[in-house]
């Protein structure tokens, strides 16, 4: 019966794990697509920088870094995401990365959740 109980549990969290994640719980999933995708390159760019730059801040202001909140740590979690996204889009090569410039939009708006509390 245990033996049961343990694979059932097992099988739940492996099939709504996605589910979970996407509903909410403080994660950003994969499947996330960014608006901002749907803007000129040249909009992307900006808005990236921008996210960017405002997350630096926000991770740099003593008042957060020495909260409790979780501000602190989705600032940080979108201030490393949109470097990321801006290294491909100012690369040698640019390229507009889907998954990076959606995950840099996904922090953020954590982080401007704590902001904004």
Do not use: H
């Not at 549990?9 to 994660?27: H, K």
């Not at 608006?35 to 040249?42: C, E, S, Y």
């Not at 491909?88 to 904004?116: A, K, V, W």
């Amino acid at each position: 019966m245990k033996k049961f109980a343990l694979a059932a549990g097992l099988a739940l969290v492996i099939c709504a794990g996605p589910a979970l994640a996407a509903d909410g719980t403080g994660n950003c999933v994969n499947s996330f697509r960014s608006a901002l995708l749907d803007l000129a390159p040249n909009e992307i760019s900006a808005e990236v920088n921008k996210m960017y730059d405002e997350s630096l801040d926000v991770s740099q202001r003593n008042s957060v870094a020495y909260s409790q909140s979780q501000l602190y740590t989705w600032a940080n979690e979108s201030k490393v995401a949109c470097a990321k996204a801006i290294g491909f889009i100012d690369g040698p090569f640019p390229e507009y990365n889907e998954e990076q410039i959606s995950e840099c939009d996904c922090f953020y708006n954590r982080m401007r959740y704590y902001t904004l509390k």
